[in-house]
């Protein structure tokens, strides 16, 4: 079992940063692949961000390349999704999860349907 809890969101203007933590608990944790997904109003979930650690990969959406980071620590069950350059576009409910690591082709990670834990979301909403 794995529990997440997301916290971080806000309210910022574009082009500015926020910093969103994925608190873990459970022993499995450090044996999962973390990702971080997004849903804005009136539209399916999407992808962001997975960092394969079994293949020392990680996997970004196009959307968010060169803006946005995914880190993990875990010493402390926590992964981190730093963004920076927000846009008005970037205003979703953020969802951390974990998948398990056997999926044997990187592209399965940008599958929500592939993750068994999520959050319970954080908003984060861009001004412009």
């Known amino acids: 079992q794995v529990q997440l809890v997301e916290s971080g969101g806000g309210l910022v203007q574009a082009g500015g940063s926020l910093r969103l933590s994925c608190a873990a608990s459970?022993?499995?944790?450090?044996?999962?692949?973390m990702g971080w997904f997004r849903q804005a109003p009136g539209k399916e979930r999407e992808f962001v961000s997975s960092?394969?650690?079994?293949?020392?990969?990680?996997l970004y959406a196009d959307s968010v390349k060169d803006r946005f980071t995914i880190s993990r620590d875990n010493a402390k069950n926590t992964v981190y999704l730093q963004m920076n350059s927000l846009k008005p576009e970037d205003t979703a409910v953020y969802y951390c999860?974990?998948?398990?690591?056997?999926?044997?082709?990187?592209?399965?990670?940008?599958?929500?349907?592939?993750?068994?834990?999520w959050g319970q979301g954080t908003q984060v909403t861009v001004s412009s």
């Open positions: 999860a974990a998948a398990p690591t056997y999926y044997y082709s990187d592209s399965a990670y940008y599958d929500p349907r592939k993750y068994d834990y």
């Open positions: 459970g022993r499995t944790f450090s044996s999962r692949i």
């Open positions: 960092l394969i650690w079994s293949r020392g990969r990680i």
